[in-house]
Nanobody
Framework: QVQLAESGGGAVQAGGSLNLSCTAY????????MGWFRQGPGQEREFLAS????????TYAEPVKGRSTISRDNARNTLSLQLNSLKPEDTAVYYC?????????????????WGQGTQVTVSA
């Protein structure tokens, strides 16, 4: 069982940066692939990035590739997403998620623990 809580969202101007954090509660955090997703207004939830249990392998989706960094600290049970060069189309609720049972990569439909989300609003 893993409980997740995101923080770090807010309002920012285009071109700015944000660092999103996710704190995990539970024994499975360090053994699980972790990921970030987002859901914009009127849009479906989309995958953004993932990181393996050990933190050595990361994947990024095209919308954030090259301007974001996912990282984790297993000693502190925290997951982070640094977002740079923000655009108005990045406006969304951002979620962290855990895929228990997966150590390196996980299909996007196998994330089974979710946080409540944190709002990011980017103004032009």
């Amino acid at each position: 069982q893993v409980q997740l809580a995101e923080s770090g969202g807010g309002a920012v101007q285009a071109g700015g940066s944000l660092n999103l954090s996710c704190t995990a509660y539970g024994r499975s955090f360090s053994n699980s692939v972790m990921g970030w997703f987002r859901q914009g207004p009127g849009q479906e939830r989309e995958f953004l990035a993932s990181i393996s249990a050990s933190g050595t392998r990361t994947t990024y989706a095209e919308p954030v590739k090259g301007r974001s960094t996912i990282s984790r600290d297993n000693a502190r049970n925290t997951l982070s997403l640094q977002l740079n060069s923000l655009k108005p189309e990045d406006t969304a609720v951002y979620y962290c998620a855990a895929a228990s049972g997966f150590n390196v990569l996980a299909p996007t439909n196998r994330y089974n623990y979710w946080g409540q989300g944190t709002q990011v609003t980017v103004s032009a």
